[in-house]
Nanobody
Framework: QVQLVESGGGLVQAGGSLRLSCAASGIIFSIGDMGWYRQALGKQRELVATITSGDSTNYADSAKGRFTISRDNAKYTVYLQMNSLKPEDTAVYYC??????????WGQGTQVTVSS
């Protein structure tokens, strides 16, 4: 069974950095578009960044210039490098990926907390 597992979240001071990872496991023969989303307490889940299988990227306005999404296809892993973090970046960050030409899979989420 395919799974996506996020890691790298934690507590950081404003202005700091974190690098999130999302690794796919299971029987995998294709990984398509991948993305990072986040959900703050009491708010709807929102897009942070996406990356296609051809490495084209897209960012939410809030992430542009501060966050970088990348992928390592050999490791079935997508990353989110987050710099200049702000308290408003505090949220649970989720990874989503299209695996094996089928449905989208979601990870369980990793908490990012930015203190002021």
């Amino acid at each position: 069974q395919v799974q996506l597992v996020e890691s790298g979240g934690g507590l950081v001071q404003a202005g700091g950095s974190l690098r999130l990872s999302c690794a796919a496991s299971g029987i995998i023969f294709s990984i398509g578009d991948m993305g990072w989303y986040r959900q703050a307490l009491g708010k709807q889940r929102e897009l942070v960044a996406t990356i296609t299988s051809g490495d084209s990227t897209n960012y939410a306005d809030s992430a542009k210039g501060r966050f970088t999404i990348s992928r390592d296809n050999a490791k079935y892993t997508v990353y989110l490098q987050m710099n200049s973090l702000k308290p408003e970046d505090t949220a649970v960050y989720y990874c989503k990926g299209r695996i094996n030409y089928g449905a989208d899979y979601w990870g369980q989420g990793t908490q990012v907390t930015v203190s002021s």
